[in-house]
């Protein structure tokens, strides 16, 4: 007998989806919206589901469990020993309880950062911190890794964090921006995800783009896959990595040479320019910023500095910009300066001209429509306690080094929390943070370490009890597309039972709140089940709907539809234009700066001090970049990769379109291989001070020389002596903070050498589960 296959409704980060199953097995997906970009992403649920890397039932290390107060053995070296769910949350239970008491609430650091699966019931990191605000406390963390460096600092200059925001709309740009420029952006891969769900429409613009015969500039020391889908309509402009502030204060310079720089839109609109302005040309530091001072620093010639800066005065101007160069040392000077020169040119506030920070994101600037939007789980129970401390969120090693340690961050000054039992649920850690050989000596110091994961990550296998946790395929959960969009509602129906001994977050924190106090689970579930959660959900969404004149069907009606519900457009919301109000009249509507205008000088930031963020935007050499490369050391690049979300998916099947050599790509000019004797498809090693990783060569002219890319996200696989096996770039990484103001990942500041490697190829171990598991 063969079981009826069938197809069901689900979402994830890269999209909706159509599942195809046959009994609890999936046979295969595909996108569920009508589009001419197919994703990738969206082919691997069945991989996801039936993965050999899945963790199947709870373990805990070997010398954990042998003495679980004073634990022996070494974190990541250990066996892993079998036991049942009562077990594992019983040892937890009592751990968390002991540590709790010694230790204050401080000590639990369940900050959890991480891109978990979308839906807005099982949020890993919430429901965690859910459990643990009934339990007392914890200590969570500030910002993000995405853009530590421009969310801390745009606040200051126009009052918002820009990043997060909804841009002025496609349908405009397309209608009145003259040139476009993607400034450290690659919108072909990072626009495949959002934090919901995708809506896919991002794509459909940049297609527009394509055809619209207006100028088209990158500016990225790497041609990315955005570069190759526009192709000769197309300028690709490749300057030194890190060097971006040199190069627009070259083009900044050119302006006031020519008297081009908009003194009206300066004088209304913004403040501290005159003080800017004595550092542009050199008067209260001597050295005036050229095109010619530019190129000595960025590598791109005066000709084309000098150009650019015309090209921008004469036309309507979109700098859409990215965020790959914010995640550097001083990342915060990047987007600071990228609005100094939107502001000189005077378009910011115009249909089509100014600055956008999120057009390579989540699909900005596609309009908002008027939605039911979904409301999502919250991650503190009734009369439960919030964070009782926050760290920034890429300060998570110095944290565990240096417990009571001094820190500043924006404007604070703090010390950091004595961290005891760490608990990561939805994050990859080990892949994530920089400089993973620092990371692992740090985790050998708290007392536990607890990881909720659907797969053997590298932190799995680094823990001291692992808890399986369900895909979001096996959950019943909703989502909205767009995350400025609403422009869908998405059933995520279950569409296959749990794996193995696998548990939602949900039902594992719900248990360990029982544990915690009587009545514990009531409280923890509010006495919802799933269903009842994702109705409640339903409910307010339908209740916000109706003022904006959208009508949702029964709940039940919408569940069993399994069907996707789009949202009505918004005329008005077609016409958005980023800060209109604000550019017709500054005095009414006032931004939240300080001084309710943009700030290219901030005295608050001068109050500060900070050497690593100087009042006004500053050209600074990082600590590690091609100025003070020794010989035969490249700049390491780590963009975020095509055919993965970070390292969600590594071990699926697509990884055979990238692999090279069996390994993750680094991408080499052909000078730079040519000098070291390395071809297309080699195995090489690349290492520096940090680390060491084997990686399969792409010869390519992509790429400035002098420049390497190994895109972030491939899982660790060190062997005996450290060498990493598939290529993890944070081997390689930098822990610094972007300064003391975001204290942002600066995952984008660090030189390696590379060389071909000449020993026997080692066995790719990455996506093996331990032996005992
Ligand atoms: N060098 C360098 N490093 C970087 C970057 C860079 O550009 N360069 N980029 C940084 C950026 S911007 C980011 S956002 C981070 C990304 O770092 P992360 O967000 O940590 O990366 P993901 O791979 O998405 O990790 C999510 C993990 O959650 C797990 N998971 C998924 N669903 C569930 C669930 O329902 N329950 C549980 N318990 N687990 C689940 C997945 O299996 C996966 O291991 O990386 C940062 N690191
Ligand atoms: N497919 C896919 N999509 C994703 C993600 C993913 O992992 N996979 N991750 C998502 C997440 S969490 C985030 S935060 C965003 C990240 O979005 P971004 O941060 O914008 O992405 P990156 O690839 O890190 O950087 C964008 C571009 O900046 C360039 N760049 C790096 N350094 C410099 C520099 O010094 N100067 C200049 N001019 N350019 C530079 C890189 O070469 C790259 O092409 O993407 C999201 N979208
Ligand atoms: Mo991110």
């Known amino acids: 007998m ?147 460096a421009a969310q801390a600092i745009m606040p200051y200059v126009v009052g918002g964090n820009e990043v997060y925001q909804q841009q002025t709309s496609w349908p405009l740009v397309l209608e009145h921006t003259e040139v476009v420029v993607l400034w450290s952006a690659n919108p072909l891969n990072t626009l495949k995800i959002a934090w919901n769900a995708s809506d896919e429409q991002g794509m459909s613009y940049f297609e527009a783009l394509r055809k619209s015969g207006k100028r088209l500039i990158c500016i990225d020391p790497m041609r990315s896959e955005t570069v190759d889908f526009f192709g000769d309509k197309m300028e690709w402009i490749a300057p030194h990595m890190g060097t971006d502030v040199a190069m627009m204060l070259g083009i900044a310079h050119t302006l006031v040479e020519n008297g081009w720089q908009d003194e009206a839109f300066l004088a209304r609109c913004t403040t501290g320019y005159d003080q800017f302005a004595r550092y542009l040309t050199g008067e209260s530091d001597g050295v005036a910023k050229t095109a010619e001072w530019a190129e000595a620093i960025c590598g791109v010639s005066a000709t084309t500095i000098r150009e650019l800066a015309q090209l921008f005065h004469q036309h309507t101007t979109m700098l859409m910009s990215g965020w790959g160069m914010q995640r550097q040392q001083y990342g915060e000077q990047k987007h600071w300066m990228l609005v100094t020169l939107a502001a000189m040119l005077g378009q910011i506030g115009t249909p089509g001209g100014g600055f956008g920070l999120s057009y390579h994101f989540a699909n900005g600037g596609n309009p908002t429509r008027r939605a039911a939007v979904l409301v999502s789980m919250q991650g503190t129970v009734k009369g439960g306690h919030d964070a009782v401390d926050k760290i920034p969120v890429a300060r998570i090693v110095e944290a565990l080094e240096n417990p009571g ?27 994530h943070h920089q400089d993973t050989n620092r990371l692992i000596r740090a985790w050998q110091k708290p007392e536990l370490v607890v990881i909720s994961e659907c797969f053997w990550t590298a932190a799995a296998k680094h823990a001291d009890i692992v808890l399986p946790a369900t895909t979001s395929f096996e959950r019943n959960d909703l989502t909205m597309t767009g995350d400025y969009s609403n422009q869908h509602m998405v059933p995520m129906k279950r569409v296959v039972a749990p794996r193995d001994e696998a548990r939602d977050d949900f039902e594992v924190f719900a248990d360990l709140s029982e544990r915690w106090e009587a009545g514990g689970r009531a409280r923890f579930t509010e006495d919802k089940t799933d269903l009842q959660w994702l109705e409640s959900f339903y409910r307010i969404a339908g209740e916000r709907g109706a003022a904006q004149g959208v009508t949702l069907p029964p709940f039940a009606t919408f569940w069993e539809a399994n069907a996707i519900l789009e949202m009505p457009e918004s ?25 309710g205008k943009i700030e290219i000088y901030s005295r608050r930031i001068a109050e500060f001090g900070y050497g690593d963020c100087p009042p006004h935007p500053m050209w600074l050499a990082p600590d590690e970049w091609h100025g003070n490369a020794q010989p035969g050391q490249l700049q390491l690049l780590s963009a975020h990769p095509a055919h993965r979300l970070h390292s969600q998916l590594n071990y699926s099947s697509l990884r055979e379109q990238y692999a090279v050599a069996g390994r993750e790509p680094m991408v080499i000019h052909r000078e730079d291989a040519k000098a070291r004797g390395i071809a297309d498809g080699d195995l090489v090693r690349v290492w520096n001070g940090r680390g060491q990783v084997l990686a399969g060569a792409v010869v390519s002219d992509g790429i400035r020389p002098g420049v390497i890319c190994i895109h972030q996200g491939a899982w660790p696989d060190p062997d005996e002596g450290g060498l990493c096996k598939n290529g993890a770039v944070n081997m390689l990484t930098k822990d610094l903070p972007s300064s003391k103001l975001g204290n942002g990942c600066a995952g984008n500041t660090a030189l390696a050498w590379v060389e071909k490697y000449h020993g026997a190829a080692p066995a790719l171990t990455a996506f093996d589960p331990p032996a005992s598991a």
Not at 117 to 127: E, I, R
């Open 405 to 431: 340690g001094f820190y500043q961050h924006n404007g604070m000054d703090r010390h950091f929390p004595d961290i005891r039992f760490v608990w990561w649920a939805g994050g990859a850690n080990f892949t």
């Open 2 to 148: 063969t079981t009826a296959t069938k197809t069901i409704l689900t979402a994830a980060h890269w999209g909706p989806m159509l599942v195809e199953t046959a009994g609890d097995n999936v046979l295969s997906s595909r996108g569920a919206l009508p589009t001419a970009h197919p994703n990738s992403l969206q082919t691997a649920v069945r991989d996801q589901v039936h993965s050999k890397a899945r963790v199947r039932w709870p373990m805990v290390r070997k010398g954990f469990l042998a003495s679980p107060e004073k634990p022996q053995g070494v974190r990541g070296q250990d066996e892993f020993v079998r036991v049942s769910w009562d077990e594992a949350l019983d040892l937890i239970h009592a751990q968390h309880k002991r540590i709790r008491e010694n230790y204050g609430p401080a000590s639990i650091f369940a900050g959890s950062y991480g891109w978990r699966s979308n839906g807005v019931l099982h949020k890993a990191a919430t429901l965690l911190q859910r459990y643990m605000s009934l339990a007392g406390g914890y200590t969570g963390h500030l910002g993000d890794y995405s853009t530590g």
């Open 571 to 595: 005329e008005q919301n077609a016409r958005f234009v980023r800060f209109a109000d604000f550019r017709r009249d500054p005095e009414k509507h006032p931004l939240k700066t300080e001084s």
